[in-house]
C-alpha cells in the first residue's frame, strides 16, 4: 500500500449505509403502529409528506417529525411520540451500502486506518453503526453531535485525522454529500471523493477530481493517488 495515503475515513448515512434503503423498510413499520392517530391519512401519504419534508436527510428528524405531524394534520403529541419511535426502531432497519463492510476490511488488511465522521444525533448514529458492524470495521468513530462539530467544517476532518495520529493530507473521504462531505473534507487537507450513489454532482460546484460510483472503487482510487 501506498506510503501517501494512511488513512480512509467515511460518510455514514448514503455512504457506508444505504438510508433511502432504511427508510423504505422502516417507514411502513412506524406506519402501522401510528396509522390510528393519523386521521384518514394514507400510507402513501405519509410516506410522501416524510420524503418531501426530509429533504435526502438534511432535516433533523426533531424538526421533521413535528412537521409531519402537523402537516397530516395530527398534534404536537403525535410528532413526539413519531419522533421517540423513530429513535428507538430506525436504527435496527439500518441497511449497509453494497460491498461497504467488504471495503473496509480489505483496507484495514492493507495497513490503512479508517473511520466514519457522521453529522447526526449520538444515539441514533452509534446504534446503526452498531447494528451494521461496522462499529468493529473501523478504528474511529466521530459524530457531530459528540464533538460540537458538523460537516463541512475542516476542524472535524482534522479532529478525526489528529486522533487517527495522521495528517489531513495522508488521509481521503468518501461521502456522497459536495458540500459537506467533498469540500468540507478538502478545505481540512483531506482528499475528497464524491461517492455518487446515484445522485449527480451539482452544476454549480467545480466537478471533483475523484469520483465513484461503487464502494470497490475506494482502493483503485488510493492506488492511483501514489
Given amino acids: 500500500?501506498?506510503?501517501?495515503?494512511?488513512?480512509?475515513?467515511?460518510?455514514?448515512?448514503?455512504?457506508?449505509?444505504?438510508?433511502?434503503?432504511?427508510?423504505?423498510?422502516?417507514?411502513?413499520?412506524?406506519?402501522?403502529?401510528?396509522?390510528?392517530?393519523?386521521?384518514?391519512?394514507?400510507?402513501?401519504?405519509?410516506?410522501?409528506?416524510?420524503?418531501?419534508?426530509?429533504?435526502?436527510?438534511?432535516?433533523?428528524?426533531?424538526?421533521?417529525?413535528?412537521?409531519?405531524?402537523?402537516?397530516?394534520?395530527?398534534?404536537?403529541?403525535?410528532?413526539?411520540?413519531?419522533?421517540?419511535?423513530?429513535?428507538?426502531?430506525?436504527?435496527?432497519?439500518?441497511?449497509?451500502?453494497?460491498?461497504?463492510?467488504e471495503m473496509l476490511i480489505v483496507l484495514r488488511a492493507r495497513g490503512l486506518k479508517t473511520a466514519i465522521i457522521s453529522n447526526g444525533h449520538a444515539g441514533v448514529q452509534s446504534a446503526k453503526i452498531e447494528i451494521t458492524g461496522l462499529k468493529d470495521a473501523v478504528d474511529l468513530v466521530v459524530i457531530s453531535e459528540d464533538v460540537g462539530l458538523r460537516k463541512p467544517d475542516p476542524r472535524i476532518f482534522q479532529h478525526a485525522a489528529e486522533r487517527l495520529g495522521v495528517t489531513p493530507a495522508h488521509c481521503i473521504f468518501v461521502g456522497d454529500n459536495p458540500q459537506a462531505d467533498v469540500l468540507g473534507a478538502e478545505a481540512s487537507g483531506m482528499t475528497g471523493i464524491f461517492y455518487s450513489a446515484g445522485s449527480s454532482w451539482p452544476d454549480t460546484l467545480p466537478f471533483p477530481k475523484y469520483s465513484i460510483e461503487t464502494l470497490v472503487e475506494v482502493l483503485p482510487v488510493i492506488e492511483a493517488l501514489a
Avoid at 40 to 65: I, N, W
Fill in 1 to 101: 500500500m501506498p506510503d501517501l495515503i494512511e488513512a480512509a475515513m467515511f460518510d455514514l448515512d448514503e455512504t457506508l449505509i444505504d438510508r433511502r434503503a432504511a427508510l423504505k423498510a422502516f417507514l411502513p413499520d412506524q406506519f402501522k403502529r401510528f396509522g390510528d392517530q393519523l386521521q384518514d391519512v394514507t400510507f402513501q401519504t405519509f410516506e410522501a409528506t416524510f420524503f418531501a419534508l426530509e429533504k435526502e436527510g438534511l432535516v433533523d428528524k426533531h424538526r421533521l417529525y413535528p412537521r409531519l405531524a402537523a402537516t397530516l394534520g395530527a398534534g404536537s403529541r403525535c410528532g413526539a411520540r413519531l419522533l421517540s419511535d423513530f429513535q428507538t426502531r430506525y436504527p435496527h432497519f439500518a441497511r449497509l451500502s453494497v460491498g461497504a463492510l
